[in-house]
């Protein structure tokens, strides 16, 4: 999943409808669905499908089979004949690492995935809205291993039930516990469906052995805005012209620079217009504190906040947006958010890079294959570009074989010598989507 780090400033659209996207880089609505992105990376796919055929129908060849270069992969050979598919329930051979060898403790079905339990855990259960990271490794039905965490050495970080992963995780990994151990046998209408995904083909069942490193249980839902009619317990005029009102002084973890911070609130306009507010979507944004992915009057506003606590953020034009208008702010406005924080933790580590895979790839960068339903946009449109400039390549390159094959033909028959290496028709290179 890869984070945009542009400041909130640099972005269109009303100011924190737009928060959950520049800071976790996920779109502002909850889950995915076919937002735009989802239908742009479509026709963008089929796009690339439209090169590819194409370009194999110029050399007189039959397109790749089903007329789509694979998301995440290198095309493979146009006229090539389609892989027999996987079975659709797992190997009995397959070999798993421990305990994923032995006996299950406990085994259930949830919407046609198979729960196999090997380690219950300890603590509360993970449910929709907790924090979880996880270490995994994911199979196909044939023992393949696609994807694994334990090799990068950093486990996946997603909030449970956020639409950010396939569904089969959503829904597999609920009821876990900080140390348990489980095993998901997940049917492809809850992974990726008919869709390829690198070494995943089309409507593929998949298998991760999971183990919960650490949870931590959904916030609690924000208190009504009506906690704000009163008056302040404080108030700090600072000369930047950022005004900070406290409410409610929190107890718990306090946000200060590089903390993760989950916040809700509502934006209103100097006239009481609001313009966003995190309550009408009942979910907090999450962002770095101190890293500019969010205006500079939330960056300084927010810090020295604790958990629970309450602030009235009155932002001026120039630690706001300035004299750019975005949605229905306008320009030099002046603009006041009611905060309260949520939650406040050490920011995730950077990903460990061992190699370099394409991006978009499962298991690029730390992503989990088959786990992460986003794909990059415009990744299926470079390869239609590449697939089609292979093709031109490999045209010219067999032209210019030609030429010298004849060239070479002409001059051994002059000199009366054996024609060698001068035979025509040489075949043109495979042109790869890369």
Same mark, same amino acid.
């Given at each position: ?15 924190? &409808? ?143 039930? &956020? ?24 049917? &492809? ?90 309550? &009408? ?154």
């Amino acid at each position: 999943m890869k984070l945009r780090t542009r400041p909130l400033t640099l972005l269109s659209g009303s100011l924190f &409808a737009l928060g959950l996207a520049a800071c976790t880089g996920e779109p502002p609505a909850v889950g995915y669905g076919p937002g735009k992105a989802e239908v742009e990376a479509n026709e963008k796919e089929k796009a690339a499908a439209a090169v590819v055929e194409q370009a194999a129908q110029a050399k007189g060849r039959p397109a790749q089979a089903g007329g789509q270069a694979q998301a995440g992969g290198q095309a493979g050979q146009a006229g090539s004949q389609p892989a027999a598919p996987l079975p659709e329930q797992p190997s009995p051979d397959i070999k798993y690492d421990a305990p994923f060898d032995g006996t299950p403790v406990a085994t259930s079905i949830v919407d046609g995935i198979t729960v196999d339990d090997f380690v219950v855990g300890e603590g509360p259960e993970a449910t929709k809205g907790a924090s979880v990271v996880i270490h995994y490794t994911g199979y196909l039905t044939d023992g393949t291993i696609f994807d694994t965490s334990i090799k990068r050495g950093r486990p996946f970080p997603f909030d449970l039930g &956020a639409g950010r992963v396939i569904k089969g995780w959503d829904k597999g990994v609920v009821g876990m516990r900080a140390g348990g151990k489980r095993r998901l046998v997940i049917p &492809a209408a809850l992974g990726y469906g008919a869709r390829a995904a690198g070494k995943i083909p089309p409507n593929s069942t998949l298998i991760f052995t999971l183990e919960m490193v650490s949870m931590s249980p959904p916030p609690p839902p924000p208190q009504p805005l009506t906690v704000f009619a009163g008056a302040p317990l404080s108030t700090d005029k600072r000369d930047n012209g950022l005004i900070v009102s406290d409410y409610k002084i929190g107890t718990g973890a306090e946000a200060t620079s590089d903390m993760e911070v989950k916040v809700h609130y509502q934006g209103t306009l100097e006239d009481g217009t609001e313009f966003d507010s995190s309550h &009408a979507r009942a979910k907090p944004i999450t962002f770095v504190l101190g890293r500019g992915r969010v205006i500079k009057g939330w960056d300084q506003g927010i810090a020295g906040m604790k958990v629970g606590g309450l602030r009235k953020l009155v932002i001026p034009a120039e630690l706001a947006y300035g004299e750019r208008a975005r949605g229905k702010i306008p320009a030099n406005a002046q603009l006041t958010f009611l905060v309260e924080l949520m939650e406040s933790k050490p920011a995730p580590a950077p990903p460990v890079r061992p190699q370099m895979k394409p991006p978009g790839q499962p298991g690029a960068h730390g992503v989990p294959a088959g786990a992460v339903k986003r794909t990059t946009e415009g990744t299926a449109a470079a390869k239609g570009t590449a697939a089609a400039k292979g093709a031109a390549a490999a045209k010219g390159a067999a032209a210019a074989k030609d030429a010298a094959a004849a060239k070479g033909a002409a001059a051994a028959a002059t000199k009366g010598a054996a024609a060698g290496g001068g035979q025509t028709g040489a075949q043109p290179a495979k042109a790869q989507a890369l």
